[in-house]
């Protein structure tokens, strides 16, 4: 009885049928989370780049218009949505753009004043809605006596596959907000007035 089973003990040890379905079965789930977790990180990195792309873009635009009116800004934000919206993943993405004015009235150590500042969309602004601002610390851009800049400020809300899908916890993907600002001075001049 020992030696049958020991002799059919070390026959089913050197049976190597299905080895390669068992070595799969512990390889695929490990693969394909590699595979998933490489698309939703250069989803990641190609959607911070349409949002810094598309800030440039609407700082650029507005920039090339002295008398700006809030239907302007309207079809500014609009433009800025369809350039977010690349791919069918994006369809339904949260973006919301944020126009301001600034100008140096006082000499520079000083504060500068907000002129004029207008929402649209889910949008999250750093730069006070009113009153003054200190632009050096905050933009990082020094500005002389009576100069102004404008700023347009960009944010967007990253949703990976992972979390649309269910998946998000296993994979350790989560919802991310995605913020960028663009500043430059006005080309022709500087702004008279606020957005009509």
Do not use: C
């Not at 433009?79 to 009235?105: C, D, P």
């Not at 006596?145 to 916890?169: I, M, N, W």
């Amino acid at each position: 009885m020992k030696n049958i089973l020991l002799r059919d003990g070390w026959r089913i040890l050197k049976n190597r049928k299905g080895m390669a379905a068992i070595e799969f079965a512990v390889v695929a789930p490990v693969m394909l989370l590699l595979i998933l977790g490489t698309v939703e990180i250069t989803r990641y990195i190609m959607f911070i780049q349409r949002v810094d792309f598309t800030a440039t873009s609407l700082v650029n635009i507005l920039n090339r218009n002295l008398n700006v009116s809030r239907a302007d800004l309207a079809a500014y934000h609009r433009a800025g949505r369809r350039m977010m919206q690349t791919s069918i993943l994006e369809r339904n993405v949260q973006f919301g753009t944020t126009f301001t004015a600034i100008q140096q009235n006082d000499p520079p150590p000083a504060n500068a004043n907000v002129l004029w500042q207008v929402r649209r969309g889910v949008a999250v602004s750093r730069i006070p809605s009113g009153g003054f601002y200190n632009t050096t610390t905050g933009l990082g851009l020094p500005l002389a006596h009576r100069d102004q800049v404008t700023v347009v400020e960009v944010s967007a809300r990253f949703r990976p596959l992972g979390v649309t899908k269910g998946l998000g916890d296993v994979m350790g993907f989560e919802v991310d907000d995605v913020y960028s600002s663009a500043v430059a001075r006005p080309r022709f001049g500087a702004f008279q007035f606020p957005p009509r």
